[in-house]
């Protein structure tokens, strides 16, 4: 199974994203955290993609199709892959068209933007596993250390309002044309496209998902 997970910034992709392939044992490719590995290296590239993120900017495309292309030719995704933070422009979503990679499902997490800012500023990662945490929502046992490996936890520098305001204005200008083009590719009957209310509760919506899940389970 194919799957795409869309969202604003906070609207829980990278959570939902965490259950399903814990669950479903799906491969989960995170482009956020792909590119966060990139600029670790420090690289001339990272250096580059660090600017973009912290302002809020969008990496150009053709970074995104490098490192997309080797991931999804691995064996693990011969199968199935989740995809999380791509695409999110119409050309990326192109891409995956024109190059026959064939997606099943999409899921859509819709939250109003008065929430995605309070789960956004808060949010804390464990860097090398993506594993997300929120000082309010959902504390780590031990404050600032990842449950499972004992290792720090950061704030991400781009999770602050002035950046966000930026990945709020590209997510509508350039994911909102996106969206609808998957809601054209539904009604072509070319995959299942599923909106989510992001707002709910976490419980309530692996529930949601695991039911799309079962019901696309032949892909
Ligand atoms: P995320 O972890 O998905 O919130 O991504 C963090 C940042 O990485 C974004 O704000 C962008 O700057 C960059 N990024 C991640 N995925 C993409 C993508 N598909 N296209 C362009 N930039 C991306």
């Given at each position: 199974?194919k799957?795409?997970?869309l969202?604003?910034?906070?609207?829980g992709?990278?959570?939902?994203?965490?259950?399903?392939?814990?669950?479903?044992?799906?491969?989960?490719?995170?482009t956020?955290?792909?590119?966060?590995?990139e600029?670790?290296?420090?690289?001339k590239?990272?250096?580059?993609?660090k600017?973009?993120?912290?302002?809020?900017?969008?990496?150009?495309?053709?970074v995104l199709?490098?490192l997309?292309?080797?991931r999804?030719k691995?064996?693990?995704?011969?199968?199935?892959f989740?995809?999380?933070?791509?695409?999110?422009t119409?050309?990326?979503?192109?891409?995956?068209?024109?190059n026959?990679?064939?997606?099943?499902?999409?899921?859509?997490?819709?939250?109003?933007t008065?929430?995605l800012?309070?789960?956004?500023?808060?949010?804390m990662?464990?860097?090398?596993?993506?594993?997300?945490?929120?000082?309010?929502?959902?504390?780590?046992?031990?404050?600032?250390?990842?449950?499972i490996t004992?290792?720090?936890?950061i704030?991400?520098?781009?999770?602050?309002?002035?950046?966000?305001?930026y990945?709020?204005?590209?997510?509508?200008?350039?994911?909102v044309?996106?969206?609808?083009f998957?809601?054209?590719?539904?009604?072509?009957g070319?995959?299942?496209y599923?909106?989510?209310?992001?707002?709910?509760?976490?419980?309530?919506i692996?529930?949601?998902?695991?039911?799309?899940l079962?019901?696309?389970?032949?892909?």
């Amino acid at each position: 199974m194919k799957i795409i997970l869309l969202g604003a910034p906070g609207s829980g992709k990278g959570t939902q994203a965490d259950y399903i392939s814990n669950n479903f044992n799906i491969p989960h490719i995170s482009t956020g955290d792909m590119l966060r590995k990139e600029i670790n290296k420090k690289t001339k590239l990272g250096e580059e993609i660090k600017f973009l993120i912290s302002q809020g900017k969008l990496v150009p495309d053709k970074v995104l199709f490098l490192l997309i292309k080797s991931r999804i030719k691995k064996k693990d995704c011969k199968n199935s892959f989740l995809l999380d933070g791509f695409p999110r422009t119409l050309s990326q979503g192109m891409y995956l068209k024109n190059n026959n990679i064939k997606i099943n499902i999409v899921i859509n997490f819709y939250v109003p933007t008065k929430v995605l800012i309070e789960r956004v500023i808060g949010r804390m990662v464990h860097p090398s596993s993506g594993r997300l945490y929120h000082s309010q929502f959902k504390p780590p046992k031990k404050e600032g250390i990842d449950d499972i490996t004992g290792e720090p936890l950061i704030y991400r520098k781009d999770d602050n309002i002035s950046s966000l305001k930026y990945r709020f204005l590209e997510y509508k200008k350039k994911t909102v044309p996106l969206i609808k083009f998957y809601i054209k590719e539904n009604k072509l009957g070319n995959l299942g496209y599923y909106k989510i209310e992001g707002s709910d509760n976490i419980t309530k919506i692996n529930y949601l998902i695991k039911n799309i899940l079962q019901k696309n389970k032949k892909n």
